[in-house]
Nanobody
Framework: QATFVESGGGLVPPGGSLKLSCAVTGAWVTDLDIGWYRQATEKTREVIAIIRQDGTAQYEDPVKGRFVVSINNGRNQAYLQMNSLQPDDSGVYFC?????????WGRGTQVIVSS
């Protein structure tokens, strides 16, 4: 069973960028479909992007055209490059299997978009 550790969050002004990292242990990232999930305050956690084993990516409408997912085989990590950030992008970001596994949620990394 894989474990996922997210990092890279922080405070960024509207229009700014951040790159989140997801360190995976217990499995090779190339063997997984990995989802990036976001939980805004008082909202349910939702998937926003997926990178599949074959390298293809899918994005939900709120982030399409602004966010890019990728993986680094050598580091066994997944990444979420976030551009043109807006206040609605604020929340705690997680990576996990896709579909998610309730037993493998990490702590997430918080992103705050504010001036």
């Amino acid at each position: 069973q894989a474990t996922f550790v997210e990092s890279g969050g922080g405070l960024v002004p509207p229009g700014g960028s951040l790159k989140l990292s997801c360190a995976v242990t217990g499995a090779w990232v190339t063997d997984l479909d990995i989802g990036w999930y976001r939980q805004a305050t008082e909202k349910t956690r939702e998937v926003i992007a997926i990178i599949r084993q074959d390298g293809t990516a899918q994005y939900e409408d709120p982030v399409k055209g602004r966010f890019v997912v990728s993986i680094n085989n050598g580091r066994n990590q997944a990444y979420l490059q976030m551009n043109s950030l807006q206040p609605d992008d604020s929340g705690v970001y997680f990576c996990n299997y896709f579909p998610s596994d309730d037993t493998t949620w990490g702590r997430g990394t918080q992103v705050i978009v504010s001036s």
